[in-house]
């Protein structure tokens, strides 16, 4: 009987993991709560208008289609029997199925963290999913087009007000980016409004933007920010946010209400919910951010036959980054390959740092490289062939290459369309009530024992 290995999650932690298990006879299942992988490092890119939600998603099944053993799932997972090896799949819209494993490989990231407030999500928009960077874009854009019909002067300088919560990457790159659609992109459409008036304005807690890359190239982020136009305001703690501004405590104790149309949350992650089920499901520990601490080897403690990567697994202070959940998928798939074969497996996990990039605006990034700092132009070009070359797919890549160069050479951005429908921040097709009765399968549909039906192509 081969093995039936589950992975949860079809981000890099997932992909990798099936990368390193190429060539092994398991059965291989990939479930995720979305039918895509995407690339979360670009999504600013989409919700900004350069990119298109395409460019940066590309289907789970597309990616398995010559992995004949690999068969492809759309389901959140929701509850784990450690003891039977079992798990739960909530279906979209309702009803759920079960899913047996001999090894079980969760790769289920983190999400948006509001720090306890979680009800400031109904007003400020995170940015993790596709979704969500949709949902920024119609704010970010529909903000101009609110701006340019409101007769009262007041309403309009709201509208043209952004204010960011977090100065990590992604708030530096939507900060840079909203300014430079701001100044260069729509600056001549509008005839209304002068839409190089939007104020950007940068929060965060912390001492300088950027923290993470060191005091050199956080200054030269700052300067760059600076120059472009954002209003950078660290020491600073968003204590409310409404429909129409926030309020914010300075370093000195004294706060501050800001009028501002757009707020969008770019501070902190935690575990999904996931975590404490599987912490519960199996005696595991979790850090302060909820990810479940593993050992040397990635497994849980006590538990060889589960193991936790990427983003949601707490070991030795490794950073949420991209390259930590693909060489963590990776090292796992190599891993299982030798419990497949009966091999004896004493090789620890080691983290090879390639280093950390963050965009400001066109012609300005910092790369950090061990020690090798780059910033400026030279940081740009870096950054440019670095994301180049981690996208997903050739003709992602070929794309995204067309795309930068129209719209770094002649300041155009295509990826505009948005819809006038209401979308709910933190609802999603996994809301049953989102959906009509009938809709909502009555009872639950076991799926063991469907051989997947992929062949090789
Ligand atoms: C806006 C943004 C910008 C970033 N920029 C960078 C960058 O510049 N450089 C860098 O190195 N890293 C960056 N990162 C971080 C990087 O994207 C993550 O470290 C990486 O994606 C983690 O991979 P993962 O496989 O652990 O999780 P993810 O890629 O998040 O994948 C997790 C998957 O699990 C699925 N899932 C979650 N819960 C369940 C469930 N219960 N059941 C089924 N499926 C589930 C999700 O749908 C998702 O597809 C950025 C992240 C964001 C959000």
Not at 84 to 91: F, G
Not at 354 to 376: E, F, N
Request: glycine share 12%; with cysteine; hydrophobic share 45%.
């Amino acid at each position: 009987m081969p093995r039936r290995v589950v992975v949860i999650g079809g981000g890099f932690g997932g992909l990798f993991t099936v990368r390193g298990l190429h060539g092994s006879d398991a059965e291989i299942t990939v479930v995720d709560r979305a039918a895509h992988h995407l690339f979360q490092p670009l999504l600013y890119q989409v919700a900004t208008g350069v990119l298109s939600e395409g460019q940066i998603a590309v289907p789970v099944r597309d990616l398995m289609r010559r992995h004949s053993n690999v068969d492809c799932l759309v389901g959140e997972v929701t509850a784990v029997d450690a003891t039977s090896r079992t798990l739960t799949v909530e279906r979209p819209g309702g009803g759920d199925f079960g899913l047996s494993y001999d090894d079980l490989v969760v790769a289920a990231g983190v999400r948006q963290s509001y720090f306890g407030h979680d009800e400031f999500a109904q007003h400020a928009p995170g940015m993790k999913t596709l979704a969500d960077a949709l949902l920024i874009r119609r704010r970010l854009f529909g903000a101009f087009e609110m701006a340019q019909t409101a007769s009262d002067p007041l309403e309009r300088q709201r509208w043209l007000t952004f204010a960011l919560v977090g100065a990590g990457p992604t708030g530096v790159e939507l900060a840079g980016q909203i300014r430079e659609l701001a100044t260069h992109t729509l600056k001549r459409e509008f005839r209304r409004i002068d839409p190089g008036e939007a104020r950007v304005l940068l929060f965060d807690g912390g001492d300088e933007p950027l923290a993470v890359f060191g005091p050199r190239l956080a200054g030269k982020a700052a300067t760059a920010l600076t120059s472009l136009g954002v209003d950078i305001h660290m020491h600073s703690l968003v204590t409310a946010v409404d429909e129409n501004g926030l309020l914010v405590r300075d370093g000195t104790g004294s706060t501050t209400r800001y009028e501002a149309g757009t707020v969008l949350w770019t501070a902190g992650v935690e575990a999904p919910p996931l975590a404490g089920v599987l912490a519960e499901a199996c005696g595991a520990e979790q850090d302060r951010a909820g990810r479940i601490k593993v050992n040397d080897d990635l497994t849980v403690p006590g538990h060889p036959e589960i193991s936790v990567i990427g983003d949601m697994m707490s070991l030795k202070g490794l950073p949420g980054v991209a390259e930590v959940a693909m060489q963590t998928g990776f090292y796992t798939g190599r891993r299982l390959r030798a419990v497949e074969a009966g091999r004896a497996w004493d090789k620890p996990f080691h983290y090879r740092d390639l280093g950390s990039a963050a965009y400001i605006s066109r012609g300005r990034a910092v790369v950090s490289v061990g020690r090798v700092h780059l910033a400026g132009l030279v940081g740009w070009v870096s950054w440019l062939g670095i994301h180049l070359m981690f996208l997903t797919g050739f003709r992602n890549r070929a794309g995204a290459l067309l795309t930068w160069g129209l719209t770094f050479s002649r300041e155009r951005r295509r990826e505009r369309a948005f819809s006038m429908q209401a979308l709910l921040p933190g609802r999603d097709i996994y809301d049953r009530d989102l959906f009509p009765p009938a809709a909502v399968a009555p009872e639950r549909v076991p799926l063991e024992g469907i051989a997947p039906a992929h062949t090789d192509d």
